[in-house]
């Protein structure tokens, strides 16, 4: 595919300072007990202009719905769902909160504003692998996409990936199935890993999806500069550069027999740069994306850094992606993984556990203009 | 070439003060670092008594959840402790006394050669054994501990 790719836009641009498009800020205590946020997600309610942030408390199943006008919580919802690894839900409108709850059980659900299930999707397939080998999954940077017909969700491979001799089946694979939302069968499967990830391992097995306002899926590839387009109408690919100025070429994985297999990726995973997020702003046409620096794993007094504490930077490319920007964040101060975008502008969350200052309990928030 | 009976339990000797020797300078760091960490987060010493500490990072959800399941078949055992910096709920059926919470995450970056869940086990104020836990090693590895 390498003729697809577009190499008009290589980012040359002098990475910017983030301070010089805060445009606001806000900070809320979490009147709730035990309150331990896991899901946020955001909803733009077009009939009052209003953002609604979605908080899901997972030891509950509880959903709190704050409401970033009137900066405060507006409503609580009993989710009728049983959380188990990892959940992920979309909200389309107040009465459409569409969930992922457990890879296991396959279904994808339908929640209204009631807490009630309105509509659910037993996700079947008997002539492929689903099933045997895989289930659906989704998360907060490959979270469920959803047009008219169908819904896009991520395979979750049902054996184990610390089995290399499990990777080429896994990077073979297609990623993305489409559901239809008529009956939940799987009507096709789309978007595999590019092929340098079957000969050689980077131990980068997810890869970040957002969908755009033409209903176009991009996808972001942790250890690729470009990104992948998928048009859903005429089902074909491009390839568009969206590279960071701080992302360099992964080493290949070499295991370090010192330590245990997970702080062996883990090391392998701080001691290099990638991609992490992709985003599509509809209020403002624009896309971001999240690229994590490299940074030292050992430090001398006993400690090792975590992915949360590295520097990173977000890319900022128009609609047609050509690259406009690439700002910088301090270490600490933010926490990459939860990046909302609303009406109001880009909240980017300072609930970073590492920083001194973190509280559990807090909604706290700065807002950027791009 | 024979050995004199003085010169063979010379031989042996030397030996078991190699491997003793081998695995103190294996978990001697690494003891060190937990130390310092039991003292600044919980102003704890690691005990002298044979002692099984479950680490509960905050990652993996699941395999963090399938842990505090089996502690819950050990609440009588005083000899074992949980700490996490796993901001969920805690077990119902095991005592809090013995489930330290690490709200600060210190134990997340903890250099103890661990990438996620994992048992140290410490005797006479000194690790002696680490082992990463997976839901698929849970079961085997609680056979050791009692």
């Given at each position: 595919?390498?003729?697809?790719?577009?190499?008009?836009?290589?980012?040359?641009?002098?990475?910017?300072?983030?301070?010089?498009?805060?445009?606001?800020?806000?900070?809320?205590?979490?009147?709730?007990?035990?309150?331990?946020?896991?899901?946020?997600?955001?909803?733009?309610?077009?009939?009052?202009?209003?953002?609604?942030?979605?908080?899901?408390?997972?030891?509950?199943?509880?959903?709190?719905?704050?409401?970033?006008?009137?900066q405060q919580f507006d409503f609580t919802l009993n989710i009728p769902l049983k959380f188990d690894e990892q959940i992920s839900y979309v909200v389309l409108d107040k009465d459409s909160l569409y969930f992922i709850s457990n890879p296991e059980d396959r279904k994808i659900?339908?929640?209204?504003?009631?807490?009630?299930?309105?509509?659910?999707?037993?996700?079947?397939?008997?002539?492929?692998?689903?099933?045997?080998?895989?289930?659906?999954?989704?998360?907060?940077?490959?979270?469920?996409?959803?047009?008219?017909?169908?819904?896009?969700?991520?395979?979750?491979?049902?054996?184990?990936?610390?089995?290399?001799?499990?990777?080429?089946?896994?990077?073979?694979?297609?990623?993305?199935?489409?559901?239809?939302?008529?009956?939940?069968?799987?009507?096709?499967?789309?978007?595999?890993?590019?092929?340098?990830?079957?000969?050689?391992?980077?131990?980068?097995?997810?890869?970040?999806?957002?969908?755009?306002?033409?209903?176009?899926?991009?996808?972001?590839?942790?250890?690729?500069?470009?990104?992948?387009?998928?048009?859903?109408?005429?089902?074909?690919?491009?390839?568009?550069?969206?590279?960071?100025?701080?992302?360099?070429?992964?080493?290949?994985?070499?295991?370090?027999?010192?330590?245990?297999?997970?702080?062996?990726?883990?090391?392998?995973?701080?001691?290099?740069?990638?991609?992490?997020?992709?985003?599509?702003?509809?209020?403002?046409?624009?896309?971001?994306?999240?690229?994590?620096?490299?940074?030292?794993?050992?430090?001398?007094?006993?400690?090792?850094?975590?992915?949360?504490?590295?520097?990173?930077?977000?890319?900022?490319?128009?609609?047609?992606?050509?690259?406009?920007?690439?700002?910088?964040?301090?270490?600490?101060?933010?926490n990459y993984g939860n990046i909302l975008i609303t009406s109001k502008g880009v909240l980017v969350s300072k609930s970073n556990a590492y920083n001194k200052n973190y509280k559990q309990n807090e909604l706290n928030y700065d807002i950027f203009i791009f | 070439m024979t050995?004199?009976?003085?010169?063979?339990?010379?031989?042996?000797?030397?030996?078991?003060?190699?491997?003793?020797?081998?695995?103190?300078?294996?978990?001697?760091?690494?003891?060190?670092?937990?130390?310092?960490?039991?003292?600044?987060?919980?102003?704890?010493?690691?005990?002298?008594?044979?002692?099984?500490?479950?680490?509960?990072?905050?990652?993996?959800?699941?395999?963090?959840?399938?842990?505090?399941?089996?502690?819950?078949?050990?609440?009588?055992?005083?000899?074992?402790?949980?700490?996490?910096?796993?901001?969920?709920?805690?077990?119902?059926?095991?005592?809090?006394?013995?489930?330290?919470?690490?709200?600060?995450?210190?134990?997340?970056?903890?250099?103890?050669?661990?990438?996620?869940?994992?048992?140290?086990?410490?005797?006479?104020?000194?690790?002696?054994?680490?082992?990463?836990?997976?839901?698929?090693?849970?079961?085997?590895?609680?056979?050791?501990?009692?």
């Amino acid at each position: 595919m390498s003729e697809l790719f577009s190499c008009s836009n290589t980012n040359k641009g002098v990475a910017e300072q983030y301070s010089s498009f805060l445009i606001d800020s806000f900070k809320k205590e979490i009147p709730f007990e035990n309150y331990s946020v896991r899901y946020t997600t955001v909803f733009f309610d077009k009939k009052n202009k209003t953002d609604y942030i979605y908080m899901l408390n997972t030891d509950r199943m509880l959903i709190h719905g704050y409401n970033l006008n009137k900066q405060q919580f507006d409503f609580t919802l009993n989710i009728p769902l049983k959380f188990d690894e990892q959940i992920s839900y979309v909200v389309l409108d107040k009465d459409s909160l569409y969930f992922i709850s457990n890879p296991e059980d396959r279904k994808i659900c339908c929640v209204n504003s009631k807490g009630e299930i309105t509509q659910s999707w037993q996700i079947t397939d008997s002539t492929k692998a689903y099933g045997k080998e895989y289930s659906i999954s989704a998360f907060y940077s490959w979270p469920l996409m959803l047009d008219e017909k169908f819904i896009y969700t991520s395979y979750y491979p049902l054996y184990s990936l610390a089995d290399t001799t499990n990777h080429k089946k896994y990077f073979t694979q297609p990623k993305i199935v489409v559901i239809s939302k008529n009956n939940g069968s799987i009507v096709n499967e789309i978007i595999h890993f590019p092929e340098k990830y079957i000969a050689n391992s980077y131990r980068e097995y997810n890869l970040s999806c957002t969908m755009n306002s033409n209903n176009e899926i991009i996808v972001s590839f942790r250890g690729e500069d470009s990104v992948l387009l998928y048009n859903t109408k005429d089902k074909t690919y491009k390839y568009k550069l969206m590279m960071s100025s701080f992302f360099t070429m992964k080493n290949v994985y070499k295991e370090d027999t010192t330590m245990d297999h997970y702080a062996s990726l883990t090391k392998y995973s701080v001691e290099n740069s990638s991609y992490f997020s992709i985003q599509y702003d509809k209020f403002r046409k624009k896309y971001y994306r999240v690229c994590l620096h490299k940074y030292k794993y050992d430090n001398d007094d006993g400690t090792v850094n975590t992915s949360g504490e590295r520097p990173w930077s977000i890319v900022v490319a128009d609609s047609a992606f050509n690259i406009e920007k690439e700002i910088v964040f301090p270490r600490l101060k933010y926490n990459y993984g939860n990046i909302l975008i609303t009406s109001k502008g880009v909240l980017v969350s300072k609930s970073n556990a590492y920083n001194k200052n973190y509280k559990q309990n807090e909604l706290n928030y700065d807002i950027f203009i791009f | 070439m024979t050995f004199s009976f003085s010169e063979k339990l010379i031989t042996v000797v030397l030996f078991l003060l190699l491997i003793s020797c081998n695995n103190n300078s294996k978990y001697s760091k690494k003891t060190d670092y937990f130390s310092n960490y039991l003292k600044k987060t919980f102003d704890k010493e690691i005990p002298d008594t044979k002692t099984f500490f479950f680490i509960l990072p905050n990652s993996c959800p699941g395999c963090v959840k399938s842990i505090q399941e089996s502690l819950e078949r050990f609440a009588t055992n005083e000899n074992i402790i949980a700490i996490t910096s796993y901001a969920g709920a805690t077990p119902k059926n095991f005592p809090s006394e013995r489930y330290w919470r690490d709200t600060g995450r210190a134990l997340d970056k903890l250099n103890l050669g661990l990438g996620g869940t994992g048992l140290i086990i410490t005797e006479k104020k000194e690790i002696t054994g680490i082992i990463a836990l997976s839901p698929e090693n849970l079961d085997s590895v609680l056979t050791i501990v009692r």
